[in-house]
């Protein structure tokens, strides 16, 4: 029987306790402490919006709410770093993929350059060949003198047709050697045929052309 007693006392107790959690804040105060504390100023809904504030602080609903929004706010500056971050990588490979393409495009300028240099100088040492060479066949026109000329081969800039008169013929080299004796010669055209002209003996020059049978008397005009 006593421990009977003892069991429903402590339900008892128990149950005051409950009662008295979820009875609301507001009307657990004494009349003067809330007047002095203005909750008298409150509205109806106030006061319910402050008991339910005080009943979820009791129950430990407001501190896990403040932790969630803590733990919310954390991950959210963890996910602004991350994506600024990101955003930080892809602006430096951008940045690097910029100096490269701009580093290639000036290798390709500087090569272009250089190609276009090096073309100059051999179309100035070409031409400077041509006229060296006409210099030298000029002198051996002269009366009396003797200088040794070397054969010169090359070939004829364009189709050639033939001659008439003492017609002009242009070599890829750029000089001018025009027919010496006239007469004509008619051929099919013969595509850029090549040629080989040697000193004359009694002054001038003899020019064999691909695919004529015949030699013909040429005369040095210089470079074009």
């Known amino acids: 029987m006593k421990q009977l007693m003892a069991i429903g006392l402590v339900w008892l107790v128990g149950l005051t306790a409950v009662r008295a959690a ?9 009349a003067e402490d809330f007047s002095a504390a203005g909750l008298g100023k409150l509205s109806p809904e106030e006061l319910t919006r402050l008991d339910a504030l005080v009943r979820d ?11 969630e929004a803590a733990a919310a706010a954390e991950a959210r ?23 490269s393409e701009t580093a290639r495009a000036a290798a390709a300028k500087a090569a272009k350059e250089q190609a276009e240099v090096a073309k100059a100088e051999a179309a100035k040492a070409k031409k400077a060949e041509g006229g060296s060479l006409l210099s030298r066949a000029k002198v051996l026109l ?17 189709d050639f047709k033939g001659w008439e008169g003492k017609a002009i013929l242009t070599l890829e080299d750029g000089s001018r050697w025009q027919i010496a004796n006239g ?42």
């Open 22 to 30: 979820d009875e609301a804040f507001s009307r657990t105060v004494r």
């Open 57 to 67: 602080y009791k129950s430990g609903a407001l501190a896990a709410a403040r932790q």
């Open 77 to 99: 500056v963890a996910a602004e770093a991350k994506a600024a971050r990101a955003e930080a990588e892809t602006q430096a490979a951008k940045a690097e993929a910029l100096k």
């Open 142 to 158: 002269t009366p009396g003198t003797e200088i040794e000329y070397a054969t010169v081969e090359s070939r004829i800039r364009g």
């Open 183 to 224: 007469g004509s010669y008619m051929t099919p055209p013969l595509p850029s045929p090549k040629v080989k002209i040697e000193p004359s003996s009694l002054g001038g020059f003899w020019m064999k052309i691909e695919g004529v049978a015949s030699r013909v008397k040429v005369l040095p005009l210089g470079t074009k």
